[in-house]
């Protein structure tokens, strides 16, 4: 504390200099108080983070498992937080996971002998119901606690963080009382990789381990390269469902008490109460968005809701492009195209997230901090995306879909008819002549590797990454917006930016068909201000040459006619357009006049 303070001193009295250089009066010095508080206090958030993160009261708990620390990782700070954790939640058992294809067999082996997963008809694949009341994020239960409210933003959920670490903490006593804690060291992006970042989640959702498993490097690789002292992101979830001695599980535990917490400052994040990917898969939206956004922001890179996309037209020419949509919008389905012209190639990186960081030649270079695709199901088929009916035909996790007759997993989109019987998403017969409701929840997931992928890009592990010539944003409009249209630079490309909406689908709370504004497509997903956001955007723009920046376009392929049909191309048309607008293909550059013709459309 005494350290602290000493911190605080210090920055009073830079205060007191400011003012005094600036010839400013006292309210303009409170007013450099605020400018310290946002801006200079991140210079010593580093410091701040060491403070409180390891800082730990609680004795070594004698707890199965725990012994194990000491040959399990030298980071002393790591198997210090391993500890306070298992003080604090109480487990049965402690079991340290190394991401192998054993231990994942064993976690399965156990959830079907629990009635947690039912074995498919598939390689190596499962099928998982959720309960009724967890089958989405809870955007109003998700909060950013930041020092201050401001930091925080109007688009966010803010409480103090010493009020929230005390709500956490009260939930967090005892919640994993006769579970496992599982401790998962996972890397979003290649390992060793200069863009990549690496996290540790501590859960007591053996359905949540299978996941990460699939949905990022997670195991014995992440853990080694923290080495003894490296940094990481430490993310704390429990179901917040105890179990008394003798006490019976259920298929599918979870709390009606929800919370999604995420600490900017300190870089970590804590979720209770839920079991469903976007509030439990810790590694996803909460850190490859929320907190990476912040750190991002700290350190001059993008972190986006971006698919990555490679296309090589037929002379040999590749290009690499980022695009950004709101969720269930057609990103995977984009991310995994066939174009439709001959001669052409798409090839994938990834579908939702895009960490995007300078390399030395000035171009931005991005990977996806991704491992698998946790895709949408209904909707996908082999007409919309046969690559993703493909890249989940084995190894893969289904949630909330439809049980066939002959053990098989459907959903509304999958075959023009729907079979005659089936086994709905609430485990209950469903009869395509008598019922009425959907047999798969809308929001019904896939969560599959992406190396089974069959357009998977050669480049998709690239520690360096992939450069980036374009970036696209959209979003589902019936009416109003054109087909596509380019930013004049890259101020009018964060405009384009700022101005996405979209019309809302069923991955998230609210009415569906309502538009929603959702700038950059960030808006359930930003970890600070928006404003500040926007301001940060505009600040890439200035860290290279303009000629070395992507090129911003903004499309929209879900505008309707007056008879409710779909009026433009699909996916491979307008991409493979824009990719010859990039490259000139076709003598492009010599006619001008289309460089105005593109605007008006």
């Given at each position: 504390?005494?350290?602290?303070?000493?911190?605080?001193?210090?920055?009073?009295?830079?205060?007191?200099?400011?003012?005094?250089?600036?010839?400013?009066?006292?309210?303009?010095?409170?007013?450099?108080?605020?400018?310290?508080?946002?801006?200079?206090?991140?210079?010593?958030?580093?410091?701040?983070?060491?403070?409180?993160?390891?800082y730990s009261t609680t004795s070594t708990p004698n707890i199965?498992?725990?012994?194990?620390?000491?040959?399990?990782?030298?980071?002393?700070?790591?198997?210090?937080?391993?500890?306070?954790?298992?003080?604090?939640?109480?487990?049965?058992?402690?079991?340290?996971?190394?991401?192998?294809?054993?231990?994942?067999?064993?976690?399965?082996?156990?959830?079907?002998?629990?009635?947690?997963?039912?074995?498919?008809?598939?390689?190596?694949?499962?099928?998982?119901?959720?309960?009724?009341?967890?089958?989405?994020?809870?955007?109003?239960?998700?909060?950013?606690?930041?020092?201050?409210?401001?930091?925080?933003?109007?688009?966010?959920?803010?409480?103090?963080?010493?009020?929230?670490?005390?709500?956490?903490?009260?939930?967090?006593?005892?919640?994993?009382?006769?579970?496992?804690?599982?401790?998962?060291?996972?890397?979003?992006?290649?390992?060793?990789?200069?863009?990549?970042?690496?996290?540790?989640?501590?859960?007591?959702?053996?359905?949540?381990?299978?996941?990460?498993?699939?949905?990022?490097?997670?195991?014995?690789?992440?853990?080694?390269?923290?080495?003894?002292?490296?940094?990481?992101?430490?993310?704390?979830?429990?179901?917040?469902?105890?179990?008394?001695?003798?006490?019976?599980?259920?298929?599918?535990?979870?709390?009606?008490?929800?919370?999604?917490?995420?600490?900017?400052?300190?870089?970590?994040?804590?979720?209770?109460?839920?079991?469903?990917?976007?509030?439990?898969?810790?590694?996803?939206?909460?850190?490859?968005?929320?907190?990476?956004?912040?750190?991002?922001?700290?350190?001059?890179?993008?972190?986006?809701?971006?698919?990555?996309?490679?296309?090589?037209?037929?002379?040999?020419?590749?290009?690499?492009?980022?695009?950004?949509?709101?969720?269930?919008?057609?990103?995977?389905?984009?991310?995994?195209?066939?174009?439709?012209?001959?001669?052409?190639?798409?090839?994938?990186?990834?579908?939702?997230?895009?960490?995007?960081?300078?390399?030395?030649?000035?171009?931005?270079?991005?990977?996806?901090?991704?491992?698998?695709?946790?895709?949408?199901?209904?909707?996908?088929?082999?007409?919309?995306?046969?690559?993703?009916?493909?890249?989940?035909?084995?190894?893969?996790?289904?949630?909330?879909?439809?049980?066939?007759?002959?053990?098989?997993?459907?959903?509304?989109?999958?075959?023009?008819?729907?079979?005659?019987?089936?086994?709905?998403?609430?485990?209950?017969?469903?009869?395509?002549?008598?019922?009425?409701?959907?047999?798969?929840?809308?929001?019904?997931?896939?969560?599959?590797?992406?190396?089974?992928?069959?357009?998977?890009?050669?480049?998709?592990?690239?520690?360096?990454?992939?450069?980036?010539?374009?970036?696209?944003?959209?979003?589902?409009?019936?009416?109003?917006?054109?087909?596509?249209?380019?930013?004049?630079?890259?101020?009018?490309?964060?405009?384009?930016?700022?101005?996405?909406?979209?019309?809302?689908?069923?991955?998230?709370?609210?009415?569906?068909?309502?538009?929603?504004?959702?700038?950059?497509?960030?808006?359930?997903?930003?970890?600070?201000?928006?404003?500040?956001?926007?301001?940060?955007?505009?600040?890439?723009?200035?860290?290279?040459?303009?000629?070395?920046?992507?090129?911003?376009?903004?499309?929209?392929?879900?505008?309707?006619?007056?008879?409710?049909?779909?009026?433009?191309?699909?996916?491979?048309?307008?991409?493979?357009?824009?990719?010859?607008?990039?490259?000139?293909?076709?003598?492009?550059?010599?006619?001008?006049?289309?460089?105005?013709?593109?605007?008006?459309?």
């Amino acid at each position: 504390q005494i350290y602290l303070y000493s911190i605080e001193i210090f920055i009073f009295f830079y205060n007191l200099f400011l003012a005094t250089i600036c010839n400013c009066n006292i309210n303009n010095t409170i007013m450099l108080s605020s400018f310290r508080n946002r801006f200079i206090g991140r210079g010593i958030s580093s410091i701040y983070r060491q403070q409180v993160r390891y800082y730990s009261t609680t004795s070594t708990p004698n707890i199965p498992g725990l012994s194990d620390l000491d040959s399990w990782t030298p980071h002393n700070k790591l198997k210090q937080w391993v500890k306070d954790q298992a003080a604090l939640l109480k487990p049965s058992s402690v079991h340290l996971c190394d991401g192998s294809q054993e231990e994942y067999n064993k976690l399965t082996e156990v959830m079907v002998k629990n009635g947690v997963i039912t074995p498919l008809d598939r390689p190596n694949s499962f099928l998982g119901r959720s309960d009724p009341d967890d089958v989405a994020r809870v955007e109003s239960r998700t909060f950013i606690c930041s020092k201050s409210k401001e930091e925080a933003g109007p688009t966010n959920n803010w409480k103090d963080p010493k009020e929230m670490k005390e709500i956490m903490n009260s939930l967090y006593d005892g919640a994993m009382s006769g579970r496992t804690m599982y401790v998962m060291p996972f890397s979003m992006g290649p390992v060793g990789s200069k863009i990549a970042h690496v996290g540790v989640q501590v859960t007591d959702s053996p359905f949540v381990v299978c996941n990460m498993r699939i949905m990022t490097r997670m195991g014995s690789p992440a853990l080694q390269s923290l080495g003894s002292d490296k940094e990481y992101v430490p993310c704390v979830h429990s179901v917040g469902v105890p179990l008394k001695d003798g006490q019976k599980d259920v298929a599918w535990p979870c709390n009606k008490t929800k919370y999604i917490v995420h600490f900017p400052e300190e870089r970590s994040i804590m979720s209770y109460g839920s079991g469903y990917g976007g509030n439990a898969l810790l590694g996803k939206k909460c850190f490859s968005l929320r907190i990476a956004s912040t750190m991002a922001r700290d350190d001059s890179w993008l972190a986006e809701h971006m698919l990555i996309l490679g296309i090589t037209n037929p002379q040999g020419e590749k290009k690499y492009i980022a695009a950004a949509f709101p969720s269930a919008c057609g990103k995977t389905n984009l991310a995994m195209m066939t174009p439709s012209l001959p001669g052409w190639k798409v090839e994938t990186i990834g579908d939702d997230i895009a960490w995007m960081k300078f390399g030395t030649d000035g171009r931005l270079y991005a990977i996806n901090p991704e491992n698998g695709f946790f895709g949408v199901a209904p909707g996908t088929s082999r007409k919309s995306n046969p690559n993703a009916v493909d890249a989940i035909s084995q190894n893969t996790i289904f949630t909330n879909v439809a049980l066939t007759d002959d053990n098989d997993v459907w959903w509304e989109g999958l075959t023009e008819n729907a079979p005659e019987h089936l086994i709905d998403w609430h485990g209950k017969d469903w009869n395509s002549s008598a019922s009425s409701k959907p047999a798969a929840h809308p929001n019904s997931r896939f969560t599959a590797p992406l190396s089974q992928c069959p357009t998977i890009d050669p480049n998709w592990d690239s520690p360096e990454g992939v450069p980036i010539s374009a970036i696209i944003f959209g979003g589902r409009r019936s009416k109003t917006v054109p087909l596509v249209y380019q930013a004049f630079d890259w101020k009018h490309g964060v405009f384009m930016g700022a101005s996405v909406a979209s019309e809302q689908t069923a991955a998230a709370e609210g009415t569906v068909g309502s538009l929603r504004h959702d700038p950059f497509a960030m808006l359930p997903f930003l970890g600070y201000n928006m404003a500040d956001y926007f301001a940060h955007w505009l600040s890439i723009g200035k860290k290279t040459q303009a000629d070395k920046l992507p090129k911003i376009f903004y499309v929209n392929w879900f505008r309707k006619n007056a008879q409710g049909k779909f009026m433009w191309p699909g996916f491979g048309e307008v991409i493979i357009w824009l990719i010859i607008l990039l490259i000139g293909f076709l003598l492009v550059r010599k006619l001008k006049r289309i460089n105005y013709l593109r605007y008006s459309m």
